[in-house]
């Protein structure tokens, strides 16, 4: 299914010759990838947990995200509330727009289900980008803290790893 389709750019549901793409793409920007991620997150989307979604800009896959029906993590698990899943975008496609456009659609789909919509994002500079990005989309941190490996984080603990698990959830309210 096509979601928004301009002159460059279309954003549609994830298709298996999109697994093998991402994975060559962000190995080459360093990342240390498993192609059988891509597998899975296509396997829950046909099993309706999630809508796995591609951005497709000039013809290449450039960035992708989740968009699950309902939180299985952090302080939203169980709450009914839809959770954005592992938005990114290629370093090479990233200041094109193209990621604002991902996030509109994967709120609209978000906005079927629920007037609210949460996600985590990373701590660590990596993820800089994104966390401006969604305060800039009027996402707010939900007042839990910061959470590690899906456990939230008591003061005066000690988080030994920053790594992608070290996140603060935020969530936005969605127009119906």
């Known amino acids: 299914m096509i979601y928004y389709q301009d002159a460059e750019l279309i954003i549609r549901n994830m298709e ?17 990838e498993d192609i059988n ?10 099993e309706g947990k999630c809508v796995a979604l591609t951005a497709v800009y000039q013809g290449g896959p450039a960035g992708s995200v989740y968009v699950y029906f309902t939180a299985q993590e952090g302080p939203f698990k169980g709450k009914g509330v839809p959770i954005i899943v592992d938005f ?24 079927r289900r629920s007037d ?10 990596p993820y800089g980008t994104a966390q401006r990005m ?16 899906d456990k939230q984080c008591v003061q005066y603990e000690t988080v030994c790893t920053v790594d992608d698990d070290l996140v603060l959830y935020l969530s936005k309210q969605l127009q119906g």
């Open 134 to 149: 969604y305060v800039k989309r009027g996402y707010i941190p939900d007042g839990s803290g910061v959470w590690y490996q």
């Open 37 to 46: 991620y891509y597998h899975m997150r296509m396997r829950e989307a046909a």
């Open 116 to 125: 609210r919509v949460c996600l985590g994002v990373g701590l660590c500079e």
């Open 16 to 32: 298996p010759s999109d697994a093998q793409a991402f994975f060559d793409e962000y190995t080459a920007q360093g990342w240390h």
């Open 88 to 111: 990114g975008v290629l370093k090479k496609y990233q200041r094109k727009g193209i990621g604002n456009r991902l996030m509109d659609v994967a709120e609209q789909i978000a906005a």
